[in-house]
């Protein structure tokens, strides 16, 4: 499936090393956040997820990372795979059940 | 679980035509999302349900647009008359607490 703007941010890095994805949140009240892969064709995949009173979690190859001071979010993946080039997406929210704003994407593409 | 069910995957219509895209929620799952996905714009929320209700369409473009929820297992999204800026991908989900699940989208082109 199409993904975000004509200004997509892409990063670059080698089959092995590891990936770092930042994300600028904009709503200090949002107090959960979820990163999202979308690969091309495909709708977007939750990854893992965080509440505001974490600061860290981690799942299979990944790791969130959350700073509430200056609203920022990244996702950490382990030893990059081929399979891992997508677009990510950061998206936050306030309380349950409402919408999750999405950030703009960014482009991983990994060089085998 | 199927996860969430779009279909069609694929629509191509004309101009004029009227456009019935739908969606089948995971069971259990009680909010209900449309999306739209296009290159320019990214992700826009288009229209959202809990408990089958209709909570903020303030995301639809404009009156041709209009969904449904007839039933916690099913919703509609309508475009009547569809215009070729109407082109774009439509994505549903659906989430229980907190957590949204995509289906794999419908792919709308209008000539």
């Known amino acids: 499936g199409e993904s975000v703007g004509l200004h997509l941010p892409t990063l670059s890095v080698q089959e092995g090393d590891n990936s770092i994805i930042n994300c600028a949140y904009s709503?200090?009240?949002?107090?959960?956040f979820i990163w999202y892969k979308q690969e091309s064709g495909k709708g977007p995949q939750f990854i893992i997820d965080i509440r505001s009173n974490m600061d860290k979690r981690q799942g299979q190859r990944v790791t969130v990372l959350l700073n509430k001071t200056v609203k920022h979010l990244s996702l950490q993946i382990a030893a990059t795979q081929p399979g891992d080039s997508a677009v990510y997406f950061c998206a936050e929210t306030h309380s349950g059940n409402t919408p999750l704003v999405f950030g703009k994407g960014t482009r991983l593409s990994v060089i085998a | 679980d199927a996860g969430v069910i779009q279909s069609p995957r694929h629509e191509v219509t004309e101009m004029g035509q009227e456009v019935t895209l739908r969606c089948k929620p995971i069971s259990g799952h009680n909010s209900l999302f449309w999306y739209r996905q296009t290159m320019m714009r990214g992700l826009e929320l288009l229209i959202y349900f809990n408990n089958n209700v209709p909570i903020d369409d303030s995301g639809m473009p404009e009156d041709r647009f209009s969904a449904k929820m007839p039933n916690a297992s099913f919703s509609t999204l309508k475009i009547q008359p569809s215009e070729p800026r109407d082109s774009a991908v439509y994505f549903c989900?659906?989430?229980?607490?907190?957590?949204?699940?995509f289906g794999p989208g419908t792919r709308l082109t209008v000539t």
């Open positions: 989900a659906s989430s229980g607490l907190y957590e949204q699940y």
């Open positions: 709503n200090s009240a949002s107090d959960y």
